[in-house]
């Protein structure tokens, strides 16, 4: 497609199950970012990929959030025994390259644990 | 407290009126600072970058101003439409040679008829 996609769009889990998130960056583009936005709160970086490798795991609030990115194009993001917190949106962003490039947004997935 | 800070928090204007939205931010070295507009239930798309060189930008009604020394950055809308209902985002990336970005909380603008 011509955008960052993402999906699902909105996922319903119960707390303490498991869910994956899954993001098709644009065609080309070697830098991948996940984001959280909760609400009224500024976008929380989670972690950044250039390649297939993570150079920046640093906003990973813990060690329950993974993710992987597998032949420079899609990646997942995994968060295991979800809690009642995890509740935001979940935004990934393409680049076509590290620097000062602009990102492109997906439409993100809204995760609602209960 | 938030690196960068954006003000109003909300807004509501009428339908063709002017507005000003306000970003003011304590990272450095500054190396950008972008303005993204998001609409409900999408993600943000970038309207203009700001270097630290540059004063102000136009994109057709939207005009972005900067002040590197006061670290101050604004966003004007001209002639509002009911389409930019929106939150605006302010961005500042840090000049570390890494990807390290700053967002603001963003301005939450709407536009009545």
């Known amino acids: 497609g011509a955008g960052v996609s993402q999906s699902p769009s909105n996922k319903v889990t119960e707390k303490g199950k498991d869910v994956e998130l899954r993001c098709d960056p644009i065609?080309?583009?070697?830098?991948l970012y996940w984001y959280r936005q909760s609400l009224g709160q500024g976008l929380e970086f989670l972690i950044y990929?250039?390649?297939?490798?993570?150079?920046?795991k640093s906003g990973l609030p813990s060690d329950r959030f993974s993710a992987e990115r597998t032949g420079g194009s899609v990646s997942t993001l995994t968060i295991q025994r979800t809690q009642q917190e995890d509740s935001a949106v979940y935004l990934c962003?393409?680049?076509?390259?590290?620097?000062?490039?602009?990102?492109?947004f997906g439409s993100g997935t809204q995760l609602s644990v209960l | 407290k938030n690196q960068v800070e954006q003000s109003p928090q909300s807004l509501i204007i009428l339908e063709g009126k002017n507005c000003t939205l306000q970003?003011?931010?304590?990272?450095?070295?500054?190396?950008?600072l972008r303005w993204y507009k998001q609409d409900t239930g999408r993600g943000p798309v970038s309207l203009t970058i700001?270097?630290?060189?540059?004063n102000t930008k136009s994109n057709g009604r939207y005009t972005a101003t900067l002040d590197a020394d006061t670290k101050q950055s604004s966003l004007h809308i001209t002639a509002s439409q009911l389409s930019d209902s929106a939150s605006y985002i302010c961005v500042v990336r840090v000049n570390f040679g890494n990807e390290k970005l700053t967002f603001g909380t963003g301005t939450r603008l709407t536009i009545i008829p």
């Open positions: 700001m270097t630290f060189s540059e």
């Open positions: 970003c003011n931010y304590t990272v450095s070295p500054f190396s950008n």
């Open positions: 065609s080309g583009h070697t830098a």
């Open positions: 990929f250039q390649g297939n490798s993570a150079p920046d």
């Open positions: 962003a393409s680049s076509p390259r590290r620097g000062n490039e602009k990102l492109f």
